[in-house]
Antibody, heavy 124, light 108 residues
Framework: QVQLQESGPGLVKPSETLSLTCTVSGGSISSYYWSWIRQSPGKGLEWIGYIYYSGTTNYNPSLKSRVTISVDTSKNQFSLKLSSVTAADTAVYYC???????????????????WGKGTTVTVS | EIVLTQSPGTLSLSPGERATLSCRASQSVSSNYLAWYQQKPGQAPRLLIYGASSRATGIPDRFSGSGSGTDFTLTISRLEPEDFAVYYCQQYGSSPWTFGQGTKVEIK
């Protein structure tokens, strides 16, 4: 059974870059897409973006200028970088697996079916 | 961006009762690509329903989803003690994906 585990610093200073990694175990990183979502008391659940294993990305416009998601298929990992952080970026960060399929010539990205346990990041 | 509004904010019910949760979208959700998640304190969200009405693997049949367009409903036919939690709807029909603010189902 596939499991996801987030890792990275729990404390980041304002204006610095938040960096997190999600390690996928019990399954391959291929054939799925991989998302980052965060949850804070003030804004609830917020989708940050996703990456397909081939490298295709899609980011939330509200964060796009500061976000980079990358994938390392050799390590079965994907990562999040969020630059120029402020206190508003303090949240629990989750990684998640998503279902994707090709219909005709178009790839569609569907629901997220497996989530990591989450990691708390404080900006201070 | 599609805004999802969930109601009520809190639902106070007893075990064995029926729970009806609403999720309304600010515009039509493409192909009814709407999911429901359950979240318990200190845990990650857990997928219950996708495609508005399909149960995820291992989800008991007391959970059902319905609706289309802009109005969706999650129904729990008979509440079990483990069902008291927060429930979120999420649309994946158009980017950016968005979540509702949640409905808390609490023990009355």
């Amino acid at each position: 059974q596939v499991q996801l585990q987030e890792s990275g610093p729990g404390l980041v200073k304002p204006s610095e870059t938040l960096s997190l990694t999600c390690t996928v175990s019990g399954g391959s990183i291929s054939s799925y897409y991989w998302s980052w979502i965060r949850q804070s008391p003030g804004k609830g659940l917020e989708w940050i973006g996703y990456i397909y294993y081939s490298g295709t990305t899609n980011y939330n416009p509200s964060l796009k200028s500061r976000v980079t998601i990358s994938v390392d298929t050799s390590k079965n990992q994907f990562s999040l970088k969020l630059s120029s952080v402020t206190a508003a970026d303090t949240a629990v960060y989750y990684c998640a697996r998503g279902i994707t399929m090709v219909r005709g010539v178009i790839r569609y990205y569907y629901y997220m079916d497996v989530w990591g346990k989450g990691t708390t990041v404080t900006v201070s | 961006e599609i805004v999802l509004t969930q109601s009520p904010g809190t639902l106070s019910l007893s075990p064995g009762e029926r729970a009806t949760l609403s999720c309304r979208a600010s515009q039509s959700v493409s192909s009814n690509y709407l999911a429901w998640y359950q979240q318990k304190p200190g845990q990650a969200p857990r997928l219950l329903i996708y495609g508005a009405s399909s149960r995820a693997t291992g989800i008991p049949d007391r959970f059902s989803g319905s609706g289309s367009g802009t109005d969706f409903t999650l129904t729990i036919s008979r509440l079990e003690p483990e069902d008291f939690a927060v429930y979120y709807c999420q649309q994946y029909g158009s980017s950016p994906w968005t979540f509702g603010q949640g409905t808390k189902v609490e023990i009355k």
